[in-house]
């Protein structure tokens, strides 16, 4: 009994080792290479990868660094969204239009999820970092195609 308990003891250590040698790089936020945000959003946001390529099939997580008074009309992704809010205080409300009476203010911490092809909005009313993720590849459609800034 004692022998099949150390036995696996053993294979549990193996596969712990087996998971920590898999795991990426961990690191603090202060290391983030950020960079501009791509041309589908406004200006003056900026964007730093963690992990995966939202460009391309697979999971990923990235983080959105925005000024305060930033705004993102209302769109939709071809794929489920998951946003986590780190810092500051992010606004996101669901609709085909950017309503600030109809949305929620998330702090640091709140977290919201919009499923593939639901039009939603947001904007910032401080500096803020949120935290996306989802399945890849990521996309946006604008409800009204004005507002996508890669098009101006």
């Keep these: 009994m004692l022998s099949r ?12 080792t087996a998971i920590a040698d898999d795991m990426k790089m961990p690191i603090n936020s202060g290391e983030l290479k950020w960079e501009a945000a791509p041309p589908t959003l406004p ?8 992990s995966g390529d939202p460009s391309k099939e697979g999971l990923f997580v990235l983080r959105l660094r925005m000024p ?9 992704h071809p794929t489920d969204e998951g946003a986590t809010v780190i810092s ?3 606004h996101i409300g669901m609709g085909d ?6 949305a929620i203010e998330l702090r640091a911490g ?4 919009a499923p593939a092809k639901m039009n939603h909005y947001g904007w910032t009313s401080s500096p803020s970092v949120v935290q996306i993720h989802g399945q890849g590849p990521l996309g946006i459609t604008y409800v009204n ?3 996508d800034p890669s098009k101006k």
């Design 145 to 147: 195609p004005a507002d």
């Design 110 to 113: 709140g977290y919201a999820e």
């Design 88 to 90: 500051g205080n992010f």
């Design 68 to 76: 305060s008074g930033y705004k993102i009309p209302a769109h939709n």
């Design 43 to 50: 200006k003056g946001a900026d964007i730093a990868v963690l």
């Design 5 to 16: 308990l150390l036995a696996s003891a053993f294979v549990l250590a193996g596969v712990n």
């Design 97 to 102: 239009k950017l309503d600030e009476k109809k």
